[in-house]
């Protein structure tokens, strides 16, 4: 694989600027994108006191659901496919289309009147929103080697967590102008982030992804995913992966209404309390964790596996505590742990599958994970919507702990890496 030294940023004529800064510069900026990313889709789930009174379906907290849901059903199939085109196509391309279409998206929403208007208008952004992660974090696991490649992905995830928590004052904003012009502000704002890509963000040279061209052609392509999914260990990453998703969808889109039930205040608190807790706590665990692998992994090739596997099991006491807690500082304290534990897991996903996976074949892997995790994502947000209704859902999170449980022992028991950078070309160390 190429190493960070291969590119530079032109910053005068004649003169580069020094190549391990632009591999910083990448994920600096594609760490405004994550933000973007995450806070266009959070918002809505603390709107819906604000956005009922003037779309009467949203009254109805399974007809919500269906509304985070579609954008998860959505997302999920679109996954793969991008996965595929960011494999074969320019990622920079690709990344700057992304975040310009759903940040349209985003503003239009400010114009919606129905909830067929929201509906379709949430499946539009499913599409946009899932060209963006496989292409993004293929592209810093290029200008990032072993050494560095846990902390720099999880330095992008933070990107994923502040976004999530500025989501969570969309009913603090509705409250105080209106949620109409929540959605065309963060829009306008997006749009023109995706300018500010178009000028300083650069491709990655590599046999796969040089500027201007369509890298593989569609058989390479064809035979890579054979590859892809003849591989065992790809298997296993995906089903713990999707396993662990269901309480990581769940806490992103349904703990605003938890500590709201739990702890009886209004969801304009609760928004703010509940996604700056998570958000906080996973940016420390995800610094932490990527600092923490990228050492362990230099001594032992399943330091990565472990430092995983610590933060899931993190994330089992603090789903009891959150479903059946009832104090401040308890749901908080169980929050604070769950999003510490859940952040040391996401910093580890993409490199534990650059230890199984070769580097043309890495976003369309990703892009399988992701499917796999939105679609746990779907169901389970429509379970939840029920279980809202029903007055079960602190009884729901708490079952997560058992699929943690259950994911945490497949990772462990099956996932063995011989090699810190998986190549084709090259056999694995022992």
Sequence with gaps: MSTATDIGLQAAPGKKMPAPFYAWAVVALLWGVALLNYMDRQMLSTMRPSMQTDISELQSAANFGYLMGIFLWVYGLMSPISGIVADRFNRKTLIVCSLFVWSGVTFAMGYATTFDQLYWLRALMGI?????????????????????????????MTGLYTGQAIGGFGATIAENISWHAAFQWFGMIGIGYALVLLLFLKEKKSTNHTAGATGPKPAASLKGLRLLLTNTSFWIILFYFAISSLPGWGVKNWLPTLFAENLSIDMSKAGPLSTITIAVSSFLGVVFGGILSDRWVQKQYRGRVYTSAIGLGLTIPALLLIGFGHSIWGVVAAGFCFGFGYGMFDANNMPILCQFVAPHNRAKAYGLLNMTGVFAGAFITDWLGRSTDAGELGKSFSIFSVVVLLALILQLGFLRPRTNDFQESSNPLK
């Design 128 to 156: 946009s929103e899932a060209l963006y992660l496989p292409a993004g974090l293929s592209l810093i696991a290029d200008y990032h080697t072993g050494k560095t490649r846990s902390l720099a992905i999880g330095i992008h």
